[in-house]
């Protein structure tokens, strides 16, 4: 099992929450190319995770797709579990499911809009982490965990109070549990895409002027890809990122960067 040369375990088992698309179903495509057994989840779209499993098999590796509440703890109990029993002890971990800001401003927003954001973008990751460490220190493993954020975890947007600040926490809770986990050989890291060309972005997607629009924001000059992403999430996951733990890598094409520029 190889990420530019570089060996997975081979009892390496991988969850990829939101595995049906976008980041998520670049990564668990990539994984699977690599032989490491995939479990993804789905919340909707069963079709299109069904695609994935199929063309990771058809690559020779193995995988199956559940449907999970990521915010549901009883859900993901019961996705670890099947996890577990179908592949074995689930080590890599990939929280991927999210929801994206609603737009909507603060003096308008629903507390139920809010609560559902939070719940999705940093109660999942909370509840699929402590289930992963649960099983890691029962067994006295190691592993490593990839929490995709968002650049805008720290350059806020309106109408983005329930997205920036679900990323926010996810960031600081990284951080945490890294601390935490290393004398254990658990590694936590993040990641912060910007623009990158997924479902999220859909809009931009169909429409050529707001691509064109929004990539001229951009300092590299376009937006990123699914499966750049996923490449940096399996260099996170591999033992040639043995030494990196507690880090959120910016993946924006410098996006970020250009916040206080221009007045």
Not at 37 to 57: C, G, M, N, R, W
Not at 126 to 150: K, T, Y
Not at 234 to 254: C, K, M, N, R
Request: overall charge negative.
């Amino acid at each position: 099992m190889t990420h530019l040369g570089i060996p997975f375990e081979e009892t390496s088992v991988a969850i990829v929450t939101g595995g049906e698309s976008g980041i998520g179903r670049a990564t668990a495509l990539k994984l699977g190319k690599r032989g490491v057994p995939v479990v993804l989840t789905f919340f909707e779209d069963a079709e299109a995770a069904d695609a994935v499993v199929s063309a990771i098999a058809q690559d020779g590796g193995q995988a199956a797709a559940i449907k999970a509440d990521v915010s549901d703890e009883q859900a993901v109990e019961n996705l670890f579990t099947m996890a577990e029993q179908r592949f074995g002890t689930v080590d890599l971990l990939i929280n991927s499911a999210g929801l994206n800001m609603s737009g909507v401003m603060l003096r308008d927003m629903a507390l139920a809009q809010f609560d559902r954001l939070v719940r999705v973008d940093l109660y999942g990751p909370f509840l699929s982490c402590r289930r992963m460490v649960r099983a890691l220190e029962d067994a006295g493993r190691g592993g490593r965990i990839v929490n995709v954020s968002s650049i805008h975890e720290r350059a806020p947007r309106p109408g983005g109070a329930d997205y920036d600040a679900a990323k926010g926490g996810l960031a600081q809770l990284t951080a945490t549990l890294a601390l935490e986990l290393a004398p254990k050989h658990i590694a936590v890291n993040g990641i912060a895409p910007g623009m990158i060309l997924t479902p999220m972005n859909q809009s931009a997607l169909d429409h050529p002027d707001e691509l064109q629009r929004k990539e001229a924001a951009i300092p590299w000059g376009r937006a990123g890809t699914p499966e750049e992403v996923a490449d940096l999430i399996l260099f996170l996951l591999s033992p040639a990122a043995d030494y990196i733990t507690g880090t959120t890598v910016t993946i924006d094409g410098a996006l970020s960067l250009t916040v206080a520029q221009g007045a």
